[in-house]
């Protein structure tokens, strides 16, 4: 399951909503290729860290289904995160360097719990894996703060 995000403009938030079809293709778009984030399979064990730092905020599943027309299958679901939740989200992410998520890796724990992909075994190489989402993430929603954009993110 691939985590991907997207920095949309305010006027492109409604035809999302009404068409389902569009927004997913505007992941693989060319055209919106500066926009979109691809975090692969390192979404949840950012998440992960997030929590166990005690983040007050959370980019995975803090957003909100998007509204979709009737008869959205499950795996088009999409979540919405609203400008004011973005600019809260920014603040936070860029304000906590990594170093402070990475001091709560653990791998067995992150296996305990679950944490997608569940294939946690280098250390050093996970946590470069995590912390170039992460930095990812930061750079994807501070943009998208001071552009007044909503983002979306959808895992495939």
Known sequence: MIGYYIRLPAADVDRARSDRGWVLGLFHDPAYADRVLDTDKAWHGVQFLLERS??????????????GPPG????????EFPPTRVAAIAAHLSATPFDLLAAHFDPAELTGAGVYPMVWEDPEEDLAYLGGAYR?????????AAGGDTVLLWIS
Do not use: R, S, Y
Not at 72 to 79: I, N, Q, S, Y
């Open 54 to 67: 005690g983040a007050p905020v959370d980019p995975v599943f803090g957003g909100a289904e998007l509204a």
């Open 72 to 79: 959205t299958a499950p795996e088009e679901a999409v979540l």
């Open 136 to 144: 990812g993430l930061v750079e994807l929603f501070t943009a998208a």
